[in-house]
């Protein structure tokens, strides 16, 4: 596999990029060796500039479940395109993608589009803390919220993947009122609500974690959140700009039957475009501006392209037939990489919430970031590097998730098995 043109332009890069990239976790630094340059995507495959085609489990980190380039999106922005990128003013798309939206998620009575899941979850706390009239919020461990400062407290994604401090630049008062509890332990969040009484404005949690690798609830941990804040009047939100459309059609809501007061999304809405949402309870949602007090705004919010992709992408997953094609093929896939594994003597735990997923290269089953976070990082990305070699790009970090899209058939998940036997025969 010869990739000289990604080395000549990681060389460029760095000379003009922090770090060569515009996101951390795209250096591979946590895995080691050269960061790929992609020219494009078609379906379930990425091509370098050097011409090696991969099969894609990151599919830009989760939005592409219609996969790279998917006929009907790109026909959707076209049509959207020829007719202006941006308005700044309402437009008809905004209802049509908020309509879809609130039938797939019933518990969200009314949505305000942005530009980010990191502007999505910033301002639904905000929205939160304006509701309540508190300023504190609980987060829990290795789950990870975008990038505003409140927020960047024990995170996971690529803040653990590179080792870092929560971050420099992130003023201790700014995070004073953040309190950290521990993901699938009630006891820890009831404690932060007894130390602090009448205080708390929000919960925000991932309700599967996605951030510090798939991590999934345990039986009553979500249940526990739901009653916890409805005894307190602390707003629950599920974040779910990574579960949304991903683990179920209806998000982690529905999968589980917990309702949320308020809920993120992210650019899965968007066909894979910038795009994210907040939404929830109509008594809340009408605090924001300017039907309420609650300011925040976004030039780009709601912008035609975003919304036209959107309608498109979720049309094309709208059927149950779809979500049962694709939870085949995640049982074909883990079946394929535990015999495999098997065969080579090699521990993996496999975790798979819908179209979500993560090889941890550990015998300790995920439940928290302190079981996660003891993951063989170095046997993870010996793994990375070989499966990039025969041919399968994976997210180039022990806590990332991955993803499947509808064009991950039941042929691809095959060759991306031949693959996994490939490289646990040249284990050792």
């Known amino acids: 596999m ?38 494009r995507g078609k379906g379930p495959y990425l091509f370098d500039v050097d011409g090696n085609r991969y099969i894609d489990y990151v599919l830009s980190w989760g939005p592409l479940i219609t996969g790279h ?12 395109a020829v007719k202006g990128t941006s308005y700044g003013a309402p437009s008809p798309l905004e209802i049509e993608l908020a309509k879809r939206i609130i039938d797939f998620m019933p518990n969200v009575e009314m949505i305000r589009f ?25 987060k829990f461990e290795g789950c990870y919220h975008g990038h505003a400062d409140m927020l960047l407290v024990q995170a996971g994604s690529g803040v653990a993947t590179l080792g870092l401090p929560d971050s420099p630049g992130v003023p201790e008062n700014t995070v004073k009122d ?68 991903r683990v179920h059609k209806g998000g982690a809501q529905t999968l589980y039957n917990i309702k949320p007061d308020l809920t993120t999304l992210g650019k899965v809405i968007g066909g894979g475009l910038p795009v994210g949402a907040y939404g929830g309870k109509r008594e809340i949602m009408q605090m924001v501006a300017p039907a309420g007090p609650m300011y925040q705004a976004g030039t780009l919010s709601g912008n035609p392209l975003a919304m036209a992709a959107g309608i498109a992408a979720l049309d094309l997953i709208c059927d149950q037939k779809v979500w049962d094609e694709m939870e085949a093929c995640g049982c074909q896939l883990d079946a394929g990489i535990e015999s495999a594994a098997k065969k080579a003597g090699v521990p993996v735990i496999q975790t798979r919430v819908g179209t979500m997923r993560t090889i941890f290269f550990s015998e300790t089953k995920p439940r928290d970031w302190s079981t996660v976070k003891n993951a063989d990082k170095v046997g993870f990305g ?27 058939d039941e042929n691809i998940i095959a060759e991306t098995i031949a693959a996994v036997e490939k490289t646990f025969r040249m284990w050792q």
């Open 2 to 39: 010869k990739i000289d043109k990604s080395i000549t332009l990681f060389q460029q890069a760095q000379t003009l990029l922090p770090g060569g990239v515009d996101s951390p976790v795209r250096a591979f630094k946590a895995v080691g060796g050269q960061p790929l340059f992609i020219e």
């Open 69 to 80: 380039a998917h006929p009907k999106v790109i026909q959707a922005i076209q049509q959207a």
């Open 178 to 245: 953040t309190l950290v509890a521990i993901y699938n332990n009630i006891d820890s969040v009831e404690m932060l609500f007894r130390k602090y009484p009448g205080q708390i404005a929000a919960v925000i949690v991932e309700p599967v974690a996605g951030n510090m690798g798939v991590v999934p609830p345990i039986e009553g941990f979500l249940e526990g959140l739901r009653n916890i804040t409805e005894r307190e009047g602390t707003v629950l939100i599920f974040d779910e700009v990574m579960t949304g459309f």
């Open 114 to 138: 942005v530009n980010s899941g990191t502007e999505a979850t910033m301002s639904a706390l905000r929205l939160a803390r304006a509701y309540t009239k508190r300023d504190k919020i609980i």
């Open 382 to 408: 010996k793994f990375f590097q070989k499966m990039l070699e025969n041919g399968v790009y994976l997210a180039p970090s022990q806590f990332e998730a991955g993803f499947l899209s509808i064009m991950h």
